[in-house]
C-alpha cells in the first residue's frame, strides 16, 4: 500500500473512529443552545432518504459529524461540498437559501447493510450538472446531479463485482459536459483513470513506474492538456515516491517530476493555464509547472511536519493551497491555509482546528476549503470573502456552541 493511500485514507479513518459510538445514538447536535430540535437525532436513527430523494433540511446551524472530502464551486453562492458521515453514508452539502443543507444518500436500495461508502471529490459544470465521485464496498463510485436528484452511474471496474479487484476515485475534474476525468488506484496497486464523454465512462489506459501506484488529484486546462497526480513505490528501493502524468489530447504520459529528499507524495493538482499548474503534497511540498517542467517553489517550512493536500487557482498569480500542518516542532497540527499572489507562497490564518482536504475558488473574493475538525470529528467548511477565512454564517462560527469545533487558539506564525 502506497504512501498516498495511506495518507489519503488517515483523515477519514480517524474521523470515523473517533465519532462511530456516538454517532451511533445521533449523528447530528445543534451548534446552538438546545432547543426544541435538539433530540431530534437521538436514540434510533430514524430511516436515511433512498439515493436520489429529497433529504430532510438540515439547518446550518448544525454541526456534522463525519468529515468533507471535496468541494467545487460554479459562483459564490453555488457550491457543493461532498464527503462521508460517521456512519459511513456518502453525503452531499449545498447552500439553499444562504444555509447548508445536507443529504446522506443510500447506496443501494433494498440491499441488506447497505454497504459503506464515501465521496471524496465532487466537480461542477452546471448547476444541473454536478458529478461526485468515490467508492463504496471497495467498487469505484461516480453519482450526477441533474439539478433535481443524484443518480448513480455505472463506472468501470478492474475486476467483476465481488472479486475484490476494485478501485477508489480520489479526484475528479471537468473541462465540459462531455469531458471528465475521474483518477484514484485499484484495490491491487495500479493507477486508474476514467473517462466521460457525455455518454458513459470508459477506463483510460495510463502509466504504473513501479508498485502500489495512486492517483489523488485530477486538474484540466483544456480537452488537450490535464494533469493527474499521486506516489508510486520503487520496485528497486520499496520507497514511495512523486507520480505525475499528462494527457495531450491522446494519451496519458509520465512527467518528471524533480526529485526532493522526504517527499513521499502528491496528494492534489491545479492547472490555471495550460502553461501554468500547480501540485502540492506531503511535507507542504509546492511544484508549479511553467509551461516546460516542473520545479519545486518556496513555500513556509512545516518544521513541525504536516501535508498539503489540495491546490486551487483562479489565475496564474492567484491560488490557495490547504492541508494540516504546524510550523513549529511539538506544536499540534492544525488547518493550514496557503496563498499565491504571483510573487510568493504565504500563509492566511484559518479558523478551524483539524485538517482542510478540499479548496476552491470562484472569485478573487470568494473561496471556499471543506475537511474536518480535530474535535470531534466533525465537519469543517471555511470561507474566503476577500478579506479573512471564517466559517459561513450560522456553520458553528462564534460564538460556538456546545459540540462546535473550536477555532485554533492561533493561527500558524510565519515565525
Known amino acids: 500500500m502506497s504512501v498516498s493511500r495511506d495518507c489519503r485514507k488517515s483523515l477519514r479513518d480517524r474521523v470515523l473512529g473517533a465519532v462511530a459510538a456516538a454517532a451511533a445514538a445521533t449523528v447530528l447536535a445543534s451548534c446552538a443552545a438546545a432547543g426544541p430540535d435538539a433530540g431530534a437525532g437521538a436514540g434510533t436513527p430514524g430511516p436515511r432518504p433512498q439515493a436520489g430523494s429529497p433529504a430532510p433540511g438540515r439547518a446550518s446551524s448544525l454541526i456534522i459529524s463525519g468529515g468533507l472530502y471535496g468541494v467545487a464551486a460554479l459562483s459564490a453562492a453555488d457550491v457543493w461540498a461532498v464527503g462521508s458521515t460517521a456512519m459511513t453514508d456518502p453525503m452531499t452539502m449545498h447552500p439553499n437559501g444562504g444555509a447548508w443543507t445536507e443529504e446522506v444518500l443510500t447506496l443501494v436500495s433494498g440491499q441488506p447493510g447497505n454497504p459503506p461508502g464515501s465521496f471524496d471529490a465532487v466537480a461542477a459544470v452546471a ?127 509520465l512527467a518528471p517530476s524533480p526529485a526532493i529528499r522526504g517527499v513521499t507524495a502528491l496528494m492534489g493538482v491545479a492547472a490555471a493555464s495550460p502553461d501554468s499548474a500547480w501540485t502540492v503534497g506531503v511535507g507542504g511540498l509546492i511544484e508549479h509547472w511553467y509551461g516546460r517542467a516542473w520545479n519545486r517553489v518556496p513555500s513556509p ?77 466533525t465537519a469543517v467548511i471555511e470561507h474566503w470573502d476577500g478579506k479573512a477565512w471564517t466559517w459561513p454564517p450560522g456553520f458553528c462560527g462564534s460564538p460556538s456552541g456546545p459540540g462546535c469545533p473550536l477555532p485554533a487558539s492561533q493561527p500558524p506564525a510565519s515565525s
Request: aromatic letters at 8%.
Open 127 to 253: 448547476p444541473h450538472d454536478v458529478w461526485a465521485v468515490g467508492v463504496t464496498a471497495g467498487e469505484p463510485l461516480a453519482e450526477h446531479w441533474n439539478g433535481r436528484a443524484w443518480t448513480v452511474v455505472p463506472t468501470p471496474s478492474p475486476g467483476p463485482q465481488g472479486s475484490g479487484a476494485g478501485a477508489d476515485l480520489y479526484g475528479i475534474a471537468a473541462v465540459s459536459a462531455g469531458d471528465i476525468w475521474a483518477v484514484g488506484g485499484t484495490n491491487d496497486g495500479e493507477a486508474w483513470i476514467i473517462h466521460w464523454d457525455g455518454t458513459a465512462w470508459t477506463r483510460v489506459p495510463s502509466p504504473n513506474p513501479g508498485q502500489s501506484a495512486q492517483l489523488n488529484g485530477v486538474a484540466a486546462a483544456s480537452a488537450a492538456s490535464a494533469w493527474a497526480v499521486g506516489s508510486y513505490t520503487s520496485p528497486v528501493t520499496g520507497i514511495s515516491l512523486p507520480l505525475i502524468e499528462h494527457w495531450d489530447g491522446h494519451a496519458w504520459t
Open 301 to 377: 517550512d512545516l518544521a513541525g511536519g504536516g501535508t498539503l493536500r489540495a491546490v486551487a487557482a483562479l489565475s496564474p498569480a492567484s491560488a490557495w493551497a490547504v492541508g494540516t500542518g504546524s510550523l513549529r516542532p511539538g506544536h499540534l497540527l492544525t488547518t493550514l491555509i496557503e496563498h499565491w499572489d504571483g510573487r510568493a507562497w504565504a500563509l492566511v490564518p484559518s479558523p478551524a482546528a483539524g485538517d482542510l482536504t478540499a479548496v476552491t475558488v470562484a472569485s478573487p473574493d470568494s473561496a471556499w476549503a471543506v475537511g474536518s475538525s480535530s474535535v470531534g470529528g
